[in-house]
């Protein structure tokens, strides 16, 4: 996973190529849509396409965090957990103070909490990332169940509610949240110091510490934002299904693995970019409502999205080893 | 590191302590505070019910050795059990449904080596891949519904005794037994140290190190299939989310037993004592009247506070 070969500064000097893959990946997606136009008559009316917009920004919000944890290397196995708990203790403070904004805030914190705790144990603690968020996913969930104790929430304020499932100038609201975040990850990833010293820290570890780049302060950095964009995912969520369970969001983490590996994003670390996890989420989506509107039994997605998470990275590692 | 990992596999008594203490200690906190923990019906009940777990345990160890992990193990645990349920309820023979979850464990456990070994995927993204395919077998062959109306037969692995002891704890000593042999007896059992600890060295000697990971991934799927039999025995039926997130027990278990998930050196007997360590806490926090939620965080914790002694010891 050291490979020396491999330039430290990753992220700038291979956009051209990181271009090509994701130029690969729109093509996809381009090709899933023709067939399923002339597949199926529901898919190309404005509804579904605002549908599966709406669906693939959910799955962004928290794949872009889980991004830049790939690209040190690492992995956050706990962004589903976090998303329950992270809506649980919202909606709780929602239905408590009535205000949506501490909701909010409560939301992102917990979140944010959550995944400062997962770094403090893959680098203060030194325990393996997958081991360590595995562990917290587990400690998450009994968590949430217990908070929980098998009751369901209800009926939030219709202000609140806007956030997931209301519209400005005929595009849900989650489309806005994803370009922001998206310019946002972009520009953080591949324009700022801090952006590029994690691609360094993915390409390698080693070279990373010894050209004094504070390793362990970047990498908590890195899962907290996992953690608090899970935990914005999960106040739109919450907005979106107007109901909050303890199993909120559990059955998400899969499928943002998935969304990383399929844009493009090396599972070895320091190669990808936020703009591909975007277009994975989009052909997860796409795959996924296509399953749907051709009548596959739910039952299925499972084991479909499991497929495409080992494909994408056989894929990956098949085309970087051609290109190395 | 390796020289200390050397020392620590020729004197496996110098680890004693760690889980045993822990076992011991959650002994007497828990015959302190319920009444009902230290009598024989609930210690048996704990050993009885700890079987499937040690199932999945003994080859996680392996597994784990290796360098590697299976997350799926839980997700097939489940689908093999349905199948078992499925062949059983078709058939009416217990064999037959015991064969055909031991073919599926297996296949699982081959495209999970094979995936490891030969592709090259990282272990836990491998098998996360295939806990989904699963996962999702497990809700299509069932479609979503319990497997109900088994023949009598299945009910009695569960139950029944042999010489008066009851036939899980039977089975599952025969697996300790046959794990034991197998690591510390065989050549199979050196070369799976020398896939953690010494790579290089197998290849010198000639051994396909891919060939040997995929049989450790497939020998892990075989105890999958043998363990959905005594899953379906212990509910009498077959349920499409019966043993998902086992997987967690079973690796935490392996962590509390004290096999390094970055050196390569494994411990058995501790495996089994971190079985017993997690049967013994789940079974504690129950009588106690906790409920399972609770449980679930506790073993979460008892796995990160194992790996952070582990990575303590590694920088000894």
Same mark, same amino acid.
């Given at each position: 996973?050291?490979?020396?070969?491999? +330039?430290?500064?990753?992220?700038?000097?291979?956009?051209?190529?990181?271009?090509?893959?994701?130029?690969?990946?729109?093509?996809?997606?381009?090709?899933?849509?023709?067939?399923?136009?002339?597949?199926?008559?529901?898919?190309?009316?404005?509804?579904?396409?605002?549908?599966?917009?709406?669906?693939?920004?959910?799955?962004?919000?928290?794949?872009?965090?889980?991004?830049?944890?790939?690209?040190?290397?690492?992995?956050?196995?706990?962004?589903?957990?976090?998303?329950? %708990?992270?809506?649980? %203790?919202?909606?709780?403070?929602? @239905?408590?103070?009535?205000?949506?904004?501490?909701?909010?805030?409560?939301?992102?914190?917990?979140?944010?909490?959550?995944?400062?705790?997962?770094?403090?144990?893959?680098?203060?603690?030194?325990?393996?990332?997958?081991?360590?968020?595995?562990?917290?996913?587990?400690?998450? @969930?009994?968590?949430?169940?217990?908070?929980?104790?098998?009751?369901?929430? @209800?009926?939030? +304020?219709?202000?609140?509610?806007?956030?997931?499932?209301?519209?400005?100038?005929?595009?849900? %609201? $989650?489309?806005?949240?994803?370009?922001?975040?998206?310019?946002?990850?972009?520009?953080?990833?591949?324009?700022?110091?801090?952006?590029?010293?994690?691609?360094?820290?993915?390409?390698?570890?080693?070279?990373?510490?010894?050209?004094?780049?504070?390793?362990?302060?970047?990498?908590?950095?890195?899962?907290?934002?996992?953690?608090?964009?899970?935990?914005?995912?999960?106040?739109?969520?919450?907005?979106?299904?107007?109901?909050?369970?303890?199993?909120?969001?559990?059955?998400?983490?899969?499928?943002?693995?998935?969304?990383?590996?399929?844009?493009?994003?090396?599972?070895?670390?320091?190669?990808?970019?936020?703009?591909?996890?975007?277009?994975?989420?989009?052909?997860?989506?796409?795959?996924?409502?296509?399953?749907?509107?051709?009548?596959?039994?739910?039952?299925?997605? $499972?084991?479909?999205?499991?497929?495409?998470?080992?494909?994408?990275?056989?894929?990956?590692?098949?085309?970087?080893?051609?290109?190395? | 590191?390796?020289?200390?990992?050397? *020392?620590?596999?020729?004197?496996?008594?110098?680890?004693?302590?760690?889980?045993?203490?822990?076992?011991?200690?959650?002994?007497?906190?828990?015959?302190?505070?319920?009444?009902?923990?230290?009598?024989?019906?609930?210690?048996?009940?704990?050993?009885?019910?700890? !079987?499937?777990?040690?199932?999945?345990?003994?080859?996680? !160890?392996?597994?784990?050795?290796?360098?590697?992990?299976?997350? #799926?193990? &839980?997700?097939?645990?489940?689908?093999? #059990?349905?199948? *078992?349920?499925?062949?059983?309820?078709?058939?009416?023979?217990?064999?037959?449904?015991?064969?055909?979850?031991?073919?599926?464990?297996?296949?699982?456990?081959?495209?999970?080596?094979?995936? *490891?070994?030969?592709?090259?995927?990282?272990?836990?993204?491998?098998?996360?891949? !295939?806990?989904?395919?699963?996962?999702?077998?497990?809700?299509?062959?069932?479609?979503?519904?319990?497997?109900?109306?088994?023949?009598?037969?299945?009910?009695?692995? =569960?139950?029944?005794?042999?010489?008066?002891?009851?036939?899980?704890?039977?089975?599952?000593?025969?697996?300790?037994?046959?794990?034991?042999?197998?690591? =510390?007896?065989?050549?199979?059992?050196? =070369?799976?140290?020398?896939?953690?600890?010494?790579?290089?060295?197998?290849?010198?000697?000639?051994? #396909?190190?891919?060939?040997?990971?995929?049989?450790? =991934?497939?020998?892990? &799927?075989?105890?999958?299939?043998?363990?959905?039999?005594?899953?379906?025995?212990?509910?009498?039926?077959?349920?499409?989310?019966?043993?998902? &997130?086992?997987?967690?027990?079973?690796?935490?278990?392996?962590?509390?037993?004290?096999? #390094?998930?970055?050196?390569?050196?494994?411990?058995?007997?501790?495996?089994?004592?971190?079985?017993?360590?997690?049967?013994?806490?789940?079974?504690?926090?129950?009588?106690?009247?906790?409920?399972?939620?609770?449980?679930?965080?506790?073993?979460?914790?008892?796995?990160?506070?194992?790996?952070? *002694?582990?990575?303590?010891?590694?920088?000894?």
């Amino acid at each position: 996973m050291t490979d020396i070969s491999k +330039p430290i500064t990753g992220g700038r000097m291979l956009l051209s190529d990181e271009m090509i893959q994701v130029f690969y990946r729109l093509l996809a997606a381009f090709l899933i849509c023709a067939a399923l136009t002339i597949l199926t008559n529901s898919f190309f009316s404005l509804g579904n396409i605002l549908n599966v917009l709406r669906q693939a920004s959910l799955l962004f919000f928290i794949a872009s965090g889980l991004t830049l944890v790939v690209l040190t290397g690492g992995l956050d196995l706990s962004i589903g957990a976090n998303v329950a %708990i992270s809506a649980c %203790i919202a909606g709780t403070v929602i @239905h408590q103070t009535g205000s949506p904004t501490l909701g909010v805030l409560t939301g992102i914190g917990v979140g944010g909490a959550v995944g400062m705790l997962n770094g403090v144990m893959v680098t203060a603690l030194r325990i393996p990332s997958f081991i360590a968020t595995y562990g917290m996913l587990w400690v998450l @969930h009994g968590i949430t169940y217990w908070y929980m104790g098998g009751e369901t929430m @209800h009926g939030f +304020p219709a202000g609140f509610r806007q956030i997931g499932s209301g519209y400005f100038l005929g595009l849900p %609201i $989650p489309v806005y949240l994803l370009l922001v975040f998206l310019a946002i990850g972009t520009i953080f990833a591949q324009r700022t110091t801090w952006g590029q010293e994690i691609y360094a820290i993915g390409a390698n570890p080693v070279a990373a510490r010894l050209s004094g780049i504070p390793v362990a302060r970047r990498l908590l950095l890195v899962y907290t934002v996992s953690g608090a964009m899970a935990g914005l995912a999960s106040i739109i969520f919450l907005a979106r299904l107007n109901s909050a369970e303890a199993d909120i969001g559990e059955s998400l983490t899969l499928p943002a693995i998935a969304a990383v590996l399929i844009g493009g994003t090396s599972l070895f670390g320091g190669l990808g970019t936020v703009f591909g996890t975007f277009v994975g989420a989009l052909i997860l989506t796409l795959v996924l409502n296509g399953m749907n509107l051709l009548s596959v039994n739910a039952s299925w997605q $499972p084991l479909v999205t499991g497929v495409i998470v080992i494909l994408a990275v056989w894929l990956d590692m098949k085309t970087r080893r051609r290109a190395a | 590191m390796r020289e200390q990992a050397m *020392v620590l596999n020729t004197n496996p008594l110098q680890r004693i302590p760690g889980v045993a203490v822990m076992l011991v200690l959650l002994c007497v906190v828990f015959s302190l505070m319920t009444p009902g923990f230290l009598t024989v019906p609930n210690i048996s009940n704990v050993l009885v019910q700890s !079987t499937i777990l040690l199932m999945l345990a003994l080859p996680m !160890t392996l597994i784990i050795m290796t360098e590697g992990l299976d997350l #799926s193990m &839980g997700a097939v645990l489940t689908l093999t #059990s349905l199948i *078992v349920a499925i062949v059983a309820l078709a058939t009416g023979s217990l064999l037959l449904g015991l064969l055909a979850a031991l073919a599926v464990g297996i296949v699982f456990g081959t495209i999970n080596g094979w995936l *490891v070994a030969v592709v090259g995927i990282p272990p836990f993204v491998a098998t996360l891949g !295939t806990l989904g395919m699963a996962q999702g077998l497990s809700l299509i062959v069932s479609d979503g519904q319990s497997v109900v109306g088994m023949p009598a037969a299945v009910r009695g692995v =569960y139950s029944g005794t042999l010489g008066g002891v009851p036939l899980p704890i039977v089975l599952g000593l025969g697996s300790y037994l046959a794990f034991h042999g197998l690591l =510390y007896h065989t050549r199979f059992g050196t =070369y799976i140290f020398a896939l953690g600890g010494n790579r290089e060295a197998l290849k010198f000697a000639g051994i #396909s190190a891919r060939r040997l990971l995929i049989l450790v =991934y497939a020998l892990g &799927g075989a105890m999958v299939g043998l363990a959905g039999l005594l899953m379906t025995a212990r509910m009498n039926s077959g349920h499409p989310t019966a043993g998902l &997130g086992l997987e967690f027990d079973a690796i935490a278990a392996v962590a509390v037993g004290g096999t #390094s998930f970055e050196r390569g050196n494994g411990w058995l007997l501790g495996t089994l004592l971190g079985v017993v360590t997690v049967g013994v806490l789940r079974n504690g926090l129950n009588l106690l009247a906790l409920p399972s939620s609770i449980q679930v965080a506790s073993v979460g914790l008892l796995v990160i506070a194992a790996l952070f *002694v582990d990575g303590l010891r590694s920088r000894s």
